[in-house]
């Protein structure tokens, strides 16, 4: 009670005093502050002013206020150490750090580009945290205070489902990011459809339908995920793929359930072109004479990856005046593959290594008889060289009994979705303003 009484007494004298100096400003000034005071109770217009509180600026699970912050990117002949160094962390604890966390990341392994953080809580002493992000998905945060350490945060990733379609104009990419995709779509439909459809002879009025996953870290596409279905019509025959996945199969199938990966995929390429067929009567670009070509030749830039087409055992990891760097595979008693004029070989490829259907075997080049980087393939049947790409391979088996059933329900949803996706052509390239216009190819 005495304290009730207390801050009524308290309130009153702060308003008495309030008002009696309203009322001297008010006849020394004039109107001025009464009119524009008097309608308000002061004690009111206290009480109701809004609390402004500042939010913290939180990133990497820091509250960055705390610390003096640097935050840059990793310049080229710049390693973290030598930042470390600038920032008071003595070469000793540098060591140590390297060496305590090289299971976790290799320091000496950042690259050009990457953004890094610094966080110390006296700009005078050493730093007490080093922030390293060598992807999007993920960053290592190094404590180096006391006992040093590194761990590896792996980002939260928002999943959406998008359906898409393009109709092809000019190439391929203007049909993919005309239609706001990121060409890493067009690597993972190609994936999916690379045992049936030659996307080195994709033409005019070519069209397709996805279903795919989009990766999204605050907002941001980071990615692409799983492609769960396609469509693609080339030259006026269509082929869909549809990804199913359980404990007995795992991959892209058609409607009937069949895998679409065969035993041999129709490039070793991605993404290049054919600049020679197979051919007994070619004139020979070097020898300048008529020499029959045995394979086929792929374009593409140096350095592009060679993949290998199916799998098997490597017979060969060499060089020849002719082919430059080849490598040669053994898949069964029947077929065998060669990659020429590499530019230089995957890590530990040489005779005896086993190889899987996709694996990284060397690298586009133009070694030996070459007037430019280039693959030259070629595929043996019973001992004889013949044109891959008339060969009719045997389509595997399809999926049985309760996998096949399951499969066949998801696959039923996703053709009716398909089918609803409209193709959309766009007049300008611009995915973002421009004027969409549905074509039926």
């Given at each position: 009670?005495?304290?009730?009484?207390?801050?009524?007494?308290?309130?009153?004298?702060?308003?008495?005093?309030?008002?009696?100096?309203?009322?001297?400003?008010?006849?020394?000034?004039?109107?001025?502050?009464?009119?524009?005071?008097?309608?308000?109770?002061?004690?009111?217009?206290?009480?109701?002013?809004?609390?402004?509180?500042?939010?913290?600026?939180?990133?990497?699970?820091?509250?960055?206020?705390?610390?003096?912050?640097?935050?840059?990117?990793?310049?080229?002949?710049?390693?973290?150490?030598?930042?470390?160094?600038?920032?008071?962390?003595?070469?000793?604890?540098?060591?140590?750090?390297?060496?305590?966390?090289?299971?976790?990341?290799?320091?000496?392994?950042?690259?050009?580009?990457?953004?890094?953080?610094?966080?110390?809580?006296?700009?005078?002493?050493?730093?007490?945290?080093?922030?390293?992000?060598?992807?999007?998905?993920?960053?290592?945060?190094?404590?180096?205070?006391?006992?040093?350490?590194?761990?590896?945060?792996?980002?939260?990733?928002?999943?959406?489902?998008?359906?898409?379609?393009?109709?092809?104009?000019?190439?391929?990419?203007?049909?993919?990011?005309?239609?706001?995709?990121?060409?890493?779509?067009?690597?993972?439909?190609?994936?999916?459809?690379?045992?049936?459809?030659?996307?080195?002879?994709?033409?005019?009025?070519?069209?397709?339908?996805?279903?795919?996953?989009?990766?999204?870290?605050?907002?941001?596409?980071?990615?692409?995920?799983?492609?769960?279905?396609?469509?693609?019509?080339?030259?006026?025959?269509?082929?869909?793929?549809y990804y199913y996945e359980d404990e007995n199969y795992t991959g892209f199938f058609d409607e009937q359930g069949r895998p679409m990966k065969k035993a041999f995929l129709k490039s070793p390429v991605?993404?290049?072109?054919?600049?020679?067929?197979?051919?007994?009567?070619?004139?020979?670009?070097?020898?300048?004479?008529?020499?029959?070509?045995?394979?086929?030749?792929?374009?593409?830039?140096?350095?592009t990856p060679i993949q290998a087409v199916a799998s098997g055992t490597v017979t060969k990891a060499s060089r020849s005046r002719g082919n430059g760097n080849y490598v040669k595979i053994k898949h069964?008693?029947?077929?065998?593959?060669?990659?020429?004029?590499?530019?230089?070989?995957?890590?530990?490829?040489?005779?005896?290594?086993?190889?899987?259907?996709?694996?990284?075997?060397?690298?586009?080049?133009?070694?030996?008889?070459?007037?430019?980087?280039?693959?030259?393939?070629?595929?043996?049947?019973?001992?004889?060289?013949?044109?891959?790409?008339?060969?009719?391979?045997?389509?595997?088996?399809?999926?049985?009994?309760?996998?096949?059933?399951?499969?066949?329900?998801?696959?039923?949803?996703?053709?009716?979705?398909?089918?609803?996706?409209?193709?959309?052509?766009?007049?300008?390239?611009?995915?973002?303003?421009?004027?969409?216009?549905?074509?039926?190819?």
């Amino acid at each position: 009670m005495k304290l009730l009484t207390v801050k009524k007494l308290l309130l009153g004298g702060l308003v008495i005093t309030t008002i009696t100096a309203l009322a001297f400003l008010a006849q020394k000034y004039g109107n001025n502050i009464s009119t524009s005071v008097a309608p308000q109770s002061p004690t009111k217009s206290i009480l109701n002013q809004p609390i402004q509180i500042k939010a913290p600026t939180i990133k990497y699970g820091f509250i960055l206020d705390n610390f003096h912050v640097t935050e840059n990117e990793i310049k080229k002949n710049e390693v973290l150490g030598a930042i470390l160094q600038k920032h008071h962390v003595p070469y000793t604890q540098v060591d140590k750090l390297v060496q305590q966390s090289k299971d976790v990341f290799d320091l000496r392994k950042v690259r050009v580009g990457k953004k890094y953080m610094v966080l110390a809580s006296d700009k005078d002493k050493a730093a007490d945290y080093l922030i390293y992000e060598p992807s999007v998905f993920e960053y290592i945060v190094y404590d180096l205070k006391g006992e040093t350490s590194a761990k590896v945060v792996k980002r939260p990733i928002e999943t959406k489902v998008k359906e898409k379609s393009g109709v092809v104009t000019a190439s391929l990419w203007n049909a993919i990011v005309d239609n706001g995709m990121s060409f890493e779509v067009a690597s993972k439909m190609e994936l999916a459809l690379a045992w049936h459809v030659d996307f080195h002879h994709i033409a005019k009025g070519d069209c397709f339908k996805l279903i795919f996953e989009e990766q999204y870290i605050d907002g941001e596409r980071v990615g692409v995920g799983q492609i769960q279905a396609a469509y693609f019509k080339n030259k006026g025959k269509e082929y869909y793929a549809y990804y199913y996945e359980d404990e007995n199969y795992t991959g892209f199938f058609d409607e009937q359930g069949r895998p679409m990966k065969k035993a041999f995929l129709k490039s070793p390429v991605q993404y290049a072109r054919i600049s020679s067929a197979y051919n007994l009567r070619r004139f020979h670009p070097v020898l300048r004479r008529v020499k029959a070509h045995l394979g086929t030749d792929y374009a593409a830039p140096h350095g592009t990856p060679i993949q290998a087409v199916a799998s098997g055992t490597v017979t060969k990891a060499s060089r020849s005046r002719g082919n430059g760097n080849y490598v040669k595979i053994k898949h069964d008693k029947t077929y065998q593959t060669q990659y020429l004029h590499m530019s230089r070989f995957a890590k530990g490829m040489r005779p005896g290594v086993k190889v899987k259907q996709g694996d990284v075997i060397g690298y586009v080049g133009s070694t030996g008889l070459a007037t430019g980087p280039h693959v030259c393939f070629r595929f043996w049947k019973n001992g004889k060289q013949v044109d891959h790409r008339k060969e009719n391979l045997p389509p595997p088996n399809p999926m049985k009994g309760e996998s096949l059933e399951k499969f066949k329900t998801i696959q039923a949803d996703y053709e009716k979705r398909l089918a609803a996706i409209e193709f959309v052509k766009e007049t300008n390239g611009e995915q973002s303003t421009a004027k969409k216009v549905i074509v039926d190819p």
